[in-house]
C-alpha cells in the first residue's frame, strides 16, 4: 500500500507541475496578446477618444468653472458635494433598482439571471432592513470623517478644485493607478480580515449574506468599512494628487463596480459578478477584485474547477449563463 501511495503521490506531482506551467504559458499567451494589442489600437483609440473628449472638454470646463464662480470661497463645500453626494446618489439609484428586483421578483426578464437560484426569492425583509441601516450608518458616520481628513492630505499636493480640469490621457492614467492600487490593498486587508482572529469579531458580518444583494456591498462592521471599503479607493487619489473631478469620477465608478459585484445578477453587458459571488458562497475563495492577485496567490484554484468559473465573462447575449452553462446534475445515491 505504501507502495502504491508513494507511486501515486510521484506521479501526481509531475501532474501537478505540468498544469501549472501551462496555466502560466496560457497566462503569458494572454497577457503578451492583449499587451500587442493594447500598443497596437492604444494611440488610435486614444486619438478619437482624445478628439471626442476635446471637443467637448470645453463644454465640460465652462460648465467646472461656473460651478467654481458660484462656489467661490465656498470650495470646502463644492468637494464634500463631490466626494459624499454624487457617489451616494448614483449608489443608491442604482440599488433603488435591484431593490425593486429583489423585493418583488419583477421583471422576471431581470430575476431569470440570478446566480443563485432559489436564494433572496424574495429577500427577508427584516434582514434587508437591518442591513440598510448599517450601510447608512457607514455611509453617513464612518464615511464622513475620513473625507474631511482627505481634503487636507489632498491640498499638500495641490488644491483639489483648481480651475483646469485634467485631460482624457490623465484621468486614464489616474485609473489605472487607482484600480492598480485597490486591487493591492483590497485584497491584503480582506484576507487578513479573513484571518481566525479578525473574522469572528469584524468580517463575519459581511459573509450573513451567503448570496449577496447590490446594496450589502457597503454592509460591513465600521472597522471593516474604514480598512477594506474606504482606504483601499482613497489611497489612489492622495498618491495621485487627483483634481475633485477625477476623484468623484472614482469614488462613483468604485460603488458601482462593487454594487454590481454583489448584485447577485449576472446581467448583459455589465462586468461578471461571479467571481465575487462565489467568494460569499465559500469564504476561503476569490479574495481580490480583479482576481490578479488571486491567481498569484492560488486563492482561486478551486473557483477554477466551478461551473461559476466558465460562466465568469462578460455576457454580450440575453440567454442567462445559468441556461447556457448549465450546473452539472447531482448524483443521486
Known amino acids: 500500500m505504501k507502495g502504491e501511495a508513494g507511486s501515486m503521490q510521484r506521479h501526481e506531482k509531475p501532474k501537478q507541475e505540468g498544469h501549472t506551467w501551462g496555466s502560466m504559458r496560457r497566462t503569458a499567451f494572454i497577457l503578451g496578446s492583449g499587451l500587442l494589442l493594447l500598443v497596437a489600437f492604444w494611440n488610435s483609440a486614444t486619438w ?17 468653472e461656473r460651478l467654481l464662480s458660484t462656489f467661490e470661497g465656498k470650495e470646502w463645500t463644492l468637494y464634500i458635494i463631490g466626494v459624499t453626494q454624487v457617489p451616494n446618489l448614483l449608489f443608491w439609484s442604482f440599488n433603488g433598482l435591484l431593490l425593486a428586483v ?23 425583509a427584516e434582514k434587508l432592513r437591518q442591513s440598510i441601516r448599517t450601510v447608512l450608518f457607514n455611509q453617513w458616520v464612518i464615511s464622513p470623517p475620513m473625507l474631511v481628513l482627505l481634503y487636507p492630505i489632498l491640498k499638500l499636493w495641490g488644491d483639489p478644485c483648481r ?40 468580517h463575519k458580518k459581511h459573509h450573513e449574506w451567503t448570496a449577496p444583494i447590490g446594496v450589502i456591498s457597503l454592509y460591513a462592521h465600521p472597522i471593516e468599512h474604514v480598512v477594506s471599503n474606504m482606504l483601499p479607493v482613497m489611497v489612489g487619489p492622495i498618491v495621485m494628487g487627483s483634481h475633485l473631478s477625477s476623484i468623484t469620477m472614482w469614488f462613483s465608478l468604485a460603488l458601482i463596480i462593487t454594487t454590481i459585484s454583489h448584485c447577485g445578477y449576472h446581467l448583459p453587458f455589465l462586468p461578471s459578478p461571479e467571481f465575487h459571488d462565489y467568494h460569499h458562497l465559500k469564504f476561503n475563495q ?12 492560488g486563492t482561486d484554484t478551486v473557483f477554477k474547477q466551478t461551473k461559476a468559473y466558465e460562466r465568469h465573462i462578460l455576457l454580450l447575449g440575453f440567454t442567462p449563463l445559468s441556461e447556457s452553462i448549465p450546473d452539472a446534475p447531482k448524483k443521486t445515491e
Open 163 to 202: 480651475r483646469e480640469l485634467p485631460t482624457f490621457r490623465w484621468f486614464l492614467l489616474e485609473l489605472a493607478v487607482f484600480t492598480l492600487i485597490e486591487e493591492v490593498l483590497f485584497y491584503y486587508s480582506h484576507r487578513l480580515l479573513h484571518h481566525p482572529t479578525f473574522y469572528r469579531k469584524i
Open 286 to 297: 476569490c479574495y481580490g477584485v480583479l482576481g490578479v492577485l488571486d491567481h498569484l496567490h
Open 48 to 64: 478619437h477618444l482624445q478628439r471626442f473628449w476635446g471637443a467637448s472638454g470645453y463644454f465640460w470646463q465652462a460648465q467646472w
Open 102 to 124: 429583489d423585493t418583488t421578483g419583477k421583471p422576471h426578464f431581470i430575476s431569470r439571471y440570478r446566480i443563485q437560484v432559489g436564494k433572496n426569492e424574495p429577500v427577508d
